[in-house]
T-cell receptor, first 116, second 114 residues
């Protein structure tokens, strides 16, 4: 079974500083990878995803993530964070060949706390 | 408006009560999911419905009973719950043919069992 590890449960950072949220997954086969964001009192929203092609994917609000197959990682980065980026971030994985389990496997989340 | 609506937003129930959580989507999706979100733990998949047929149960206790009467509605019936069942229950939907299987989530129901 697939698993997702988000090593950092909390990441405090000052506004306008760069940030990296780490994600590693267990599967060695082809995978689809996702980052979701959860703002307080809301559900999860898709931030970006990797399906195939370019290993660097970007979101509309300045986040990017790079798929690294050899390290089985999909770390999320932003060069300059804003207060409004404070939220919980979830990494998720699915196996495109597994038509039986049609569901995402999520990590435990990383709380990004942006301080002024 | 996320496209997936969950009601109620908050629910407090005793261990002997029976209640139901409701999820509704009008995105034209054909798959719906229940997830349990507890503090400091990964989201736990509870149930998957695809084309209104349950395809995964994931060993959830029988005190949780799902119902999917049509592709737009999903319920989670609750009875004789335990305090450890207190959590945020999230509903999501997707298009099963969507190669990327992106989910649209509702805002969740915060359940407290007393």
């Amino acid at each position: 079974a697939q698993s997702v590890t988000q090593l950092d449960s909390q990441v405090p950072v000052f506004e306008e500083a760069p940030v990296e949220l780490r994600c590693n997954y267990s599967s060695s086969v082809s995978v689809y990878l996702f980052w979701y964001v959860q703002y307080p009192n809301q559900g999860l929203q898709l931030l970006l995803k990797y399906l195939s092609g370019s290993t660097l994917v970007e979101s509309i609000n300045g986040f990017e993530a790079e798929f690294n197959k050899s390290q089985t990682s999909f770390h999320l980065r932003k060069p300059s964070v804003h207060i409004s980026d404070t939220a919980e971030y979830f990494c998720a994985v699915s196996d495109p060949m597994d038509t039986g389990r049609r569901a995402l496997t999520f990590g435990s989340g990383t709380r990004l706390q942006v301080q002024p | 408006e996320t496209g997936v609506t969950q009601t109620p937003r908050h629910l407090v129930m005793g261990m002997t009560n029976k209640k139901s959580l409701k999820c509704e989507q009008h995105l034209g999706h054909n798959a719906m999911y229940w997830y349990k979100q507890s503090a400091k733990k990964p989201l736990e998949l509870m149930f998957v419905y695809s084309l209104e047929e349950r395809v995964e149960n994931n060993s959830v206790p029988s005190r949780f009973s799902p119902e999917c009467p049509n592709s737009s509605h999903l319920f989670l019936h609750l009875h004789t719950l335990q305090p450890e069942d207190s959590a945020l229950y999230l509903c999501a939907s997707s298009q099963d043919r969507d190669r990327g299987r992106s989910y649209t989530f509702g805002s969740g129901t915060r359940l407290t069992v007393v």
